[in-house]
């Protein structure tokens, strides 16, 4: 096992009707918010009205920034943090899913500095200090509510980036499961393949972490007995709590513990596809993983095999993939990209922006001709 830090500050307040306690966690903070949030479904769920009421009950001043649309891009970023920097804002609040929630963290270190949040991503500088941010989650998927990760997507660098940094911790992040009833159905299932993704991530990275991988099991197992359920039962609260609570576990960092790094090569390719067709973000990985790993079975079979012992309870590399395979589709989430109405055709375009991406792997690194077997296995 390496050594590590382990270090969360986030505080997670999960569970039925936390947004009551909203108001009073924000007040400490300041009485200027500006509030970000996507493309209305908070107000046709009635979240951005509960929201409201809690901020008013403080007599809070709120700024609104609305339409950060999935996939985010830098655009919205820069204008939420020019509208903040303009009324000096006290505190940052997201209302959202993982796009929302990850534009709102480097909206919150973007406010104290004059220039784009891109210059984060490309290294020309380094955040000294954030606005305080506060989270409520609405979709259960990409784990943004307690890590210090955010993705963002420039279209004319033709990049979709991932970042991290000890600054992007939300200081609260409110979990209620009844938030996530309206989620439709695809987007649900896009979220389970994002945690078990996640999961993979971990899993296939360097370094050896027994108990780490247990986590990885069990987590995975969660997605695997409560997911098909509640594709059938959106409504149903212990199956919305169970499948948020997993997806929270998935990235936060307790799956990583005693490794050297998780792998990332498969959500660096999803992204690449997301950023050419907007493909939602878990769609993309359940199209990329089963081809991921039929790609590495050669190479890592006892790997593939643990895995699917602990998990689907098979016994060779082929039937684990086999078993990843049946899961999506018992999902509904595609496993190529036919689905999405893209053929061999574009085969070139993908490469061309793999390799203007830079996807590879820390662990399992990817090589060109590795990129163009892939394709040949997704597409
Ligand atoms: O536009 P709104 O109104 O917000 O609607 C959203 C959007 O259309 C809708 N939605 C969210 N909550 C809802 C709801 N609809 C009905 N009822 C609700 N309660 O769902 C759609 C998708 O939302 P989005 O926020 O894009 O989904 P998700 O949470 O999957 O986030 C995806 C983004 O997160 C990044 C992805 O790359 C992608 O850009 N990721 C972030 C990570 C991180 N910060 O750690 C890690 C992940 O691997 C991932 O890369
Ligand atoms: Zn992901």
Redesign the pocket.
Known sequence: MENFVAYNPTKLHFGKDVLNDLGNTVEPYGKKVLLI??????K??G?YQKVISQLKSIQATVFEYSG?????VIEDVDAAAELGRKHQVDLVLAV???????SA?IISITIPVQTSGWDFYNGTIKPKTAISLITVL??A????EM?P?????NNSTKE?L?WGNDLLYPRHSFLDPQ??????KD?TA??IA?LM??CLEAYFGEGEAPLSDRFVYAIMKEAIIYGPPLLDDLENYSLRANIMYAATAA?NKLTMYGRVSGDWGV?SA??VL?LLYDI???ASLSIIYPAWLKLQRERIPERITTLGKNIFGVNNPDDTIKSFESFFHRIDCPISLSAFGIGADKKEDIMKVMIHNNVTGNHHKLTREDYSRLIDLFI
């Open positions: 949030y996507g493309r209305g479904s908070i046709r769920n979240i950060i649309r999935p996939n985010p959202g899913g993982g796009s929302v929630i990850d963290k609405t979709l998927a990409t784990g943004s890590n990760f955010a993705v963002v997507q979709k991932g938030n996530t009833f309206s989620v439709p987007y896009y979220g994002d993704a996640h990235l959500h999803g992204h997301s939602p973000h878990g």
